[in-house]
C-alpha cells in the first residue's frame, strides 16, 4: 500500500522558515518524481516545486524561486521543502506528491499525501 505522510506544518512568523518532510512508503522511491503543491482555502492546489526522480533535478513555480528548496532522499525515501522568506499569503495546507509512469503500458501513477498546515502569521 503505496503512503505518502507530510510533516513539518506549523505557524510561523513572516520572514520566517519552515522545513517540511514527506515519508513514502509502498512505492520504489527512486522512480518516482515528486513535487509539494499547496492550496489555500477557497483556491486549486499549485504546482510549488518538483524534483525528478534519479538525477535530482529540479523546478520551481517563480512565486517561490530563490525562497523554496526541494530536495530527497532516495535512501531514506524522503523528500523535503525547506521554505525561507515566508509570507502570510503562503497560508495553506501543504502536499507533496509521488508520480511516475509505467513506459511499457504508460500508464502513470499518482499518490498523495494528506497534507500538512503551514500558517504565516504574526
Known amino acids: 500500500q503505496v503512503q505518502l505522510v507530510e510533516s513539518g506544518g506549523g505557524l510561523v512568523q513572516p520572514g520566517g522558515s519552515l522545513r517540511l518532510s514527506c515519508a513514502a512508503s509502498?512505492?520504489?522511491?527512486?522512480?518516482?518524481?515528486m513535487s509539494w503543491y499547496r492550496q489555500a482555502p477557497g483556491m486549486e492546489r499549485w504546482l510549488l516545486a518538483s524534483?525528478?526522480?534519479?538525477?535530482?533535478?529540479?523546478n520551481y513555480d517563480d512565486s517561490v524561486k530563490g525562497r523554496f528548496t526541494i530536495s530527497r532522499d532516495n535512501a531514506k525515501n524522503m523528500v523535503y521543502l525547506q521554505m525561507n522568506n515566508l509570507k502570510p499569503e503562503e497560508t495553506a495546507v501543504y502536499y507533496c506528491?509521488?508520480?511516475?509512469?509505467?513506459?511499457?503500458?504508460?500508464?502513470?501513477?499518482?499518490?498523495w499525501g494528506q497534507g500538512t498546515q503551514v500558517i504565516v502569521s504574526s
Open positions: 506528491r509521488a508520480k511516475t509512469i509505467d513506459i511499457e503500458t504508460m500508464h502513470e501513477y499518482e499518490y
Open positions: 509502498g512505492v520504489t522511491f527512486s522512480n518516482y518524481d
Open positions: 524534483i525528478i526522480g534519479a538525477p535530482g533535478l529540479t
